[in-house]
């Protein structure tokens, strides 16, 4: 259900997340030349995320990391699973994507940093897991956190995850989408995005904003398209949201180019830092919820 009840446990970690760490991630994944989803590079930035969330979680024997394959392609998805203890079956799942692009095409040495698309949602990630870590955080449902590969060329790894899942049976109850967190340019904080998601689960986001970040202020646009992962799992009708940087006609305009730097995001996270605290809040107000 969507009662907000946890605000002893979610509180304290809120504070500790920083958006120092969160610039580090941006600044060390968008080192990668490029991360296409067919380069060597790309098959290295997978590598290494598996490698990070790995040793970050290395002291908790309920935290497994494994990459998923794509049969039609090199680069894998990584996907990191805390699993619940006692309404394990139950899953919540907060995405974003490890792959990134350069439209003038990409080659193995083109440049695509792709630090907001999405470099800022990995690391927003990155930094709900250390600070569930550092909290020992043990959910009673399972949380699952996956960095995607192969968005940008149609929401590739995305689509075959869910349909596994769903062929699976897996009862995923929420997906929360971060995919481009760190370049303020629209008026509002944080917006609401609400095609290819899901209304109930919606409100559900706007009111962890207001209990938990009530300084910022929401908005709410529409893409018209499948813009990102969260359609995926939408078309297999799981429940998403996707919390977005700006609205729909202020988007970053250096993604996809060689420009999509951490310094042409303002050189610091910390618009990333309101996308990690509710990915937290989102996680544990779910993920603390038994059968
Ligand atoms: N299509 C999305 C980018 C994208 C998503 C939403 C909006 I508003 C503007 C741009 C993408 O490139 N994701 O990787
Ligand atoms: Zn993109
Ligand atoms: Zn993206």
């Known amino acids: ?17 920083q958006a120092s760490n969160i610039a580090q991630t941006i600044v060390d994944f968008s080192a990668f030349a490029n991360r ?7 098959v290295n930035a997978s590598n290494w995320l598996k490698q990070k969330w790995s040793s970050m979680a290395s002291g908790r024997s309920d935290i497994t990391v494994e990459q998923f394959t794509h049969a039609g392609w090199a680069q894998k998805s990584v996907i990191l699973t805390i699993k619940g203890s006692d309404n394990s079956t139950e899953v919540v799942v907060l995405g974003a994507h490890l792959d990134s692009i350069n439209t003038k095409g990409t080659t193995e040495t083109t440049k695509a940093p792709g630090a907001d698309d999405d470099a800022s ?36 790894g995305s689509q075959e995850i869910a349909k596994s899942y769903k ?49 910022l202020s929401i908005g709410y646009d529409k893409c018209g398209y499948g813009c990102s992962d969260h359609a995926s799992w939408n078309a297999q009708g799981y429940a998403t949201s996707m919390p977005f940087e700006t609205a729909f006609t202020q988007d970053n305009p250096y993604i996809h180019t060689e420009n999509d730097t951490f310094a042409n995001s303002g050189g610091q996270a910390d618009h990333s830092l309101k996308f990690a605290r509710l990915g937290l809040s989102f996680a544990v107000e779910l993920g603390s919820d038994g059968p």
């Open 1 to 17: 259900s969507y009662t907000i009840d946890n605000q002893s446990v979610v509180t304290p970690m809120l504070t500790q997340m």
């Open 36 to 42: 296409y989803y067919t380069t060597n590079n790309g």
């Open 121 to 156: 949602g990995i690391a927003s990630l990155t930094e709900i897991l250390r600070v569930m870590v550092a909290n020992n955080y043990k959910p009673r449902r399972t949380i699952k956190l996956m960095g995607y590969s192969a968005e940008e060329v149609g929401l590739r």
């Open 167 to 215: 062929a699976a049976n897996t009862n995923v109850v929420g997906v929360m989408q971060l995919d481009m967190t760190n370049y303020k340019g629209s008026p509002q904080d944080i917006y609401l995005y609400t095609d290819y998601t899901n209304a109930a689960q919606n409100q559900f986001v706007a009111n962890l904003i207001s209990t938990y970040q009530p300084s």
